[in-house]
T-cell receptor, first 113, second 111 residues
Framework: GPKVLQIPSHQIIDMGQMVTLNCDPV?????FYWYKQILGQQMEFLVN????????KSKLFKDQFSVERPDGSYFTLKIQPTALEDSAVYFC???????????FGPGTRLTVL | QQKVQQSPESLIVPEGGMASLNCTSS?????YFWWYRQHSGKSPKMLM?????GEKEEGRFTVHLNKASLHTSLHIRDSQPSDSALYLC???????????FGKGTHLHVLP
């Protein structure tokens, strides 16, 4: 089936540093999402990106967070600066439509020390 | 306040049994529901979506939706140990730009 790739699978950084998480969505998909999950528990919505714009974001999407997908390349989540509470698994997802199935990547485990 | 509430938090059923999972939204603007399954250490995969009142069946899985009460349920018959996973209910309003997940139900199917 369709696959979403995420790079890297693990990232360890010091608090205050910048980190960029990369997502390679399904090729013909138009909607892109980032989610945060801590300890295999609740999947928390961060942001929805469509047509080059943030369509919706949650309170968890702090000012230190930003997303972009320049020229159809990777869909990225940048955190600058990072904080201890940013440690989590970040999942990227993509879908062909707003109501369509979201396909999730394998996640990037971010550890902020 | 949790906008998508799932119950029970944890469920144990014997192999071959029926598992019933519940999900309710407290947001009256919700129009769309999905059920995802996440095995430990893996990413979620959609099981079923339901957007209209009534019932939908795919193999051993059946979902119900009551839009008036914003309640959906997932039923798994002839449960298998491989069904052991975290089951996530997701909901969105008409725009569907923001998809809210519940905390999930941990299903354990005992061989």
């Amino acid at each position: 089936g369709p696959k979403v790739l995420q790079i890297p699978s693990h990232q360890i950084i010091d608090m205050g540093q910048m980190v960029t998480l990369n997502c390679d969505p399904v090729s013909n998909h138009l909607y892109f999402y980032w989610y945060k999950q801590i300890l295999g528990q609740q999947m928390e919505f961060l942001v929805n990106f469509y047509n080059g714009k943030v369509m919706e974001k949650s309170k968890l999407f702090k000012d230190q967070f930003s997303v972009e997908r320049p020229d159809g390349s990777y869909f990225t989540l940048k955190i600058q600066p990072t904080a201890l509470e940013d440690s989590a698994v970040y999942f990227c997802a993509s879908s062909s439509g707003a109501y369509a199935e979201q396909f999730f990547g394998p996640g990037t485990r971010l550890t902020v020390l | 306040q949790q906008k998508v509430q799932q119950s029970p938090e944890s469920l144990i059923v014997p192999e071959g049994g029926m598992a019933s999972l519940n999900c309710t939204s407290s947001d009256r603007n919700v129009d769309y529901f999905w059920w995802y399954r996440q095995h430990s250490g893996k990413s979620p995969k959609m099981l079923m979506s339901i957007f209209s009142n009534g019932e939908k069946e795919e193999g051993r899985f059946t979902v119900h939706l009551n839009k008036a009460s914003l309640h959906t349920s997932l039923h798994i018959r002839d449960s298998q140990p491989s069904d052991s996973a975290l089951y996530l209910c997701a909901a969105a309003d008409t725009n569907a730009y923001k998809v809210i997940f519940g905390k999930g139900t941990h299903l354990h199917v005992l061989p």
